[in-house]
């Protein structure tokens, strides 16, 4: 495929939203099925694993209707940035694979930041741990989010768009990226070690992000990153834990037994809690 057949096709690719969901369906079946191959760690689900996946695909369903309404901000804002020449892709009169790398690194970090910002703002912490509550980190845990948790990554997805102004080739480009390592990163699959550690000089890895899912503080607060472990290698937030230690769920701030009430899970941002400060 030429080059201008692959820009042609991630340029369009937002006008076609049953390849997109084909996509992230598919990821999560391949996903899915490795993990009974190649578990990463037994887990003991409180019912079945069906169960548990359609508590977080109960998010993923609002997470992606929260997404595809945003989709037409992101379309329109990166047509007015080609059209009045706004943005870093523009500013350094980038080419096309100028474009690709600087929109692709500029919204990944935007995925860094707005992981970093609700991890230290306990008002916007109550939405996030809605993700980390989760007692069985599996496939499906990649899109367990809460609304209010989806609308601010869209909020800050857009704010990197303007500030990069990157091209819609480049943003597809991107999400089709962020869809299948979501899912490869909080899949419950074993990797050589040897492999896992090569990956994570460049790349989130598996046992990269399990480390994040791990129920005790510093841990939960280290790898931020969704594609790409620059940032938190540059910004001293990577970490390492050997699997065998590692244990899902929260310390504190939700009860590790009701993490798959799903009312309750979409409700508890907005309880009163005795204790409401993340330390």
Not at 23 to 40: Q, S
Not at 44 to 63: C, D, E, M, P, Q
Not at 87 to 92: A, E, I, L, P
Not at 172 to 179: D, K
């Amino acid at each position: 495929m030429s080059t201008d057949n692959i820009i042609s096709y991630f340029s369009t690719l937002d006008q076609r939203p049953l390849e997109r969901m084909a996509l992230l369906v598919g990821g999560l079946l391949f996903f899915w099925i490795l993990e009974g191959a190649i578990p990463l760690i037994h887990l003991k689900y409180r019912r079945t694993k069906f169960s548990h996946a359609l508590v977080n695909f109960g998010f993923t369903v609002i997470h992606l209707i929260i997404h595809t309404g945003l989709a037409v901000i992101i379309v329109m804002l990166s047509d007015w940035c080609a059209r009045t020449g706004w943005g870093m892709v523009y500013w350094f009169n980038a080419n096309i694979f100028g474009a690709i790398i600087i929109g692709v690194l500029a919204l990944d970090f935007s995925s860094w930041l707005v992981h970093w910002v609700m991890h230290k703002n306990s008002h916007l912490w109550r939405y996030h741990l809605i993700h980390h509550s989760d007692n069985k980190v599996d496939v499906t845990t990649g899109l367990r989010h809460h609304p209010g948790d989806s609308l601010l990554r869209g909020i800050f997805f857009i704010l990197l768009i303007f500030i990069s102004g990157a091209p819609m080739y480049s943003v597809m480009i991107y999400q089709t990226l962020v869809v299948v390592t979501t899912a490869f990163t909080h899949a419950n699959i074993s990797l050589p070690p040897k492999l896992d550690k090569a990956l994570s000089y460049f790349f989130i890895s598996p046992n990269m992000h399990k480390v994040h899912h791990h129920w005790q503080q510093p841990y939960t607060d280290t790898n931020y990153g969704a594609v790409f472990s620059i940032w938190d290698r540059m910004f001293r937030t990577f970490a390492t834990l050997p699997p065998s230690q590692i244990k899902y769920g929260l310390d504190r701030y939700y009860p590790n037994e009701k993490d798959e009430d799903f009312l309750s899970l979409m409700k508890d941002p907005f309880v009163k809690k005795k204790k409401d400060v993340k330390t």
